[in-house]
């Protein structure tokens, strides 16, 4: 009992300490309709709990209606994935377009089919988990020693056996470790779903407080909602625990050396899997809207969107402004992302050289992470600015955290053997980090960096959306606002497949890496 009182009192110091300083801020710039302070915060919570409350429960359970399909959707591509490894690329392309479709835009979009309903908190929130889950599952499911396989393969049993006796016993630690960075993110799907025009929720609630400048009230709803989110976060990484997910064994796989392929073949493959993919996204998008019987006047189809930026008259016009808020959204994505990145990974790695932080830091982390975007990035910009730094200090706090979860994850998960090797030579802490941990790390932050590209632009895209008025994100919400159908399906597809791009460029870089590094993450 002593020990675990010892244990807590870094946490509670660091509570305490953040806790003064909330108030301290508060208090610096009252009058500036920013900050709320701790205390101001309480009192609005237990003035209206009632409505808070309520509320809350409404956006929990979409949230959590949203997260299990969501996952559920997630293992079962996983599992066909791994099965059928010739569909995989297809696979992750498709889902990896409908993960980078900008909430901005799709809500509003599923607001019309939907209605006043749950429905889109509830899709919303199965986008916004899914595809962390899917990658996750991937790294899991790949992460087992060879011979464990050759055992499986030597009793005559196939593929589904090995997934079922193997690979998702091995997979459970990265699956939980999906989960936890779902929670938080289910609930935010929900909030930006109820943002689209629900009735009732603590999306409603957050619309209502920014727009009567009720900043006790704002900051009450988002402490509501990230205490929520925290405490999904801290859930699955119980379960996590008791379910004993320790270091693997060792993993000896030979570095990954390719069949010889000429350049041509390369190409005509690349090609070919580009073209297939194409098609399959066209005819889901196609289909989808004619078995909906959605009407063409707001579900605009391929041709409408290739005319609207084409053939049209004005088609030069459209594509200007596209491009100009794009860029717009751009120059600041990308300098948030990578500040995100280096932040996680290097809090990461000073929390493992250094383990007594981790028990004031984390705390704080998840609390980051756990508020909604869509209460704070208005309160942010204003305290920081309409400028650069407001919606990179956003992105880059969206991308933080779940680098910094991943990448611990990756360093926790490297194998006991090969620290007790280099404590056999009394190694130095760096050493070990450098020529073990982050080798380990590897699988981790590059699927956290593939995972960080649509988080980005859909980070920005809500700061532009809710408050700084420019770039793609705001061009979205007038489109929506005024029925511009055609403009507004244009900048979907333009963001998809940028975040596209941009993932496919880092899965490249990725794949050469790992060939060295963790050859068992390219097994097909």
Not at 90 to 117: D, H, K, M, N, Q
Not at 310 to 322: E, K, Q, W
Not at 436 to 448: E, N, V
Request: aromatic share 10%.
């Amino acid at each position: 009992m002593t020990g675990r009182i010892a244990a807590a009192v870094p946490s509670l110091l660091t509570a305490l300490v953040g806790l003064a300083l909330w108030q301290a801020l508060a208090s610096i710039t009252q009058g500036l309709f920013v900050f709320a302070g701790p205390a101001d915060v309480l009192r609005a919570i237990i003035a209206e709990a009632p409505l808070l409350f309520a509320s809350a429960g409404i956006t929990l359970k979409s949230a959590t209606i949203g997260f299990v399909l969501g996952n559920a959707a997630a293992a079962v591509l996983a599992t066909i994935a791994l099965a059928v490894p010739r569909v995989e690329r297809l696979i992750s392309g498709v889902a990896l377009v409908f993960f980078c479709l900008p909430f901005v835009a799709t809500g509003p979009i599923l607001r019309v089919i939907y209605g006043v309903g749950d429905g889109p908190q509830i899709v919303l929130a199965a986008l916004a988990t899914y595809y962390t889950t899917y990658l996750c599952l991937l790294v899991g499911l790949r992460s087992m020693p060879a011979s464990w396989l050759d055992l499986v393969r030597s009793y005559g049993r196939g593929r589904v056996s090995e997934i079922i006796h193997v690979r998702a016993l091995a997979s459970l630690p990265y699956f939980t470790a999906g989960l936890q960075i779902g929670a938080p993110a289910a609930f935010l799907g929900a909030m930006v779903g109820e943002f689209t025009g629900a009735e009732r929720g603590l999306g409603v609630l957050s619309v209502r407080a920014m727009r009567g400048l009720d900043v006790d009230m704002t900051w009450a709803i988002a402490a509501l909602a990230a205490t929520l989110s925290a405490l999904g976060f801290w859930l699955f990484g119980w379960l996590g625990r008791t379910l004993g997910a320790g270091p693997p064994p060792l993993l000896l796989s030979a570095s990954r050396q390719d069949l010889p392929r000429s350049r041509a073949a390369a190409l005509t493959n690349s090609v070919g899997s580009f073209a297939l993919l194409t098609v399959s996204i066209l005819a889901l998008w196609l289909g989808l809207m004619n078995v909906l019987g959605l009407s063409s006047f707001f579900a605009k189809r391929p041709q409408d969107v290739f005319a609207f930026l084409v053939t049209d008259p004005g088609a030069s016009a459209n594509r200007a402004i596209l491009a100009d808020s794009f860029w717009q959204t751009l120059s600041l994505t990308f300098p948030g992302y990578l500040v995100g990145l280096l932040l996680g990974a290097g809090l990461a790695i000073l929390l493992v050289l250094r383990p007594r932080l981790a028990a004031g830091m984390l705390p704080i982390a998840i609390a980051l992470r756990s508020v909604p975007i869509v209460t704070t990035a208005p309160l942010l910009v204003l305290a920081l600015g309409r400028g650069a730094v407001g919606t990179i200090v956003i992105v880059a706090v969206m991308i933080f955290f779940p680098t910094l979860a991943a990448c611990l994850e990756g360093m926790r998960r490297t194998p006991q053997s090969v620290l007790d090797l280099f404590a056999s030579y009394a190694a130095s802490p760096w050493k070990r980090i450098f020529h073990a941990q982050i080798p380990a790390m590897l699988p981790a932050i590059f699927a956290s960096a593939r995972m960080a590209v649509p988080a980005a632009f859909l980070s920005a895209t809500t700061a532009e959306w809710l408050a700084t008025g420019t770039g793609i994100g705001s061009l979205m919400a007038l489109t929506a606002s005024t029925s511009n159908y055609a403009m507004l399906w244009s900048a979907i597809i333009l963001l998809a497949v940028a975040a596209s791009l941009l993932y496919a460029a880092v899965h490249w870089f990725e794949r050469r890496i790992l060939k060295t590094f963790a050859s068992e993450q390219l097994a097909i």
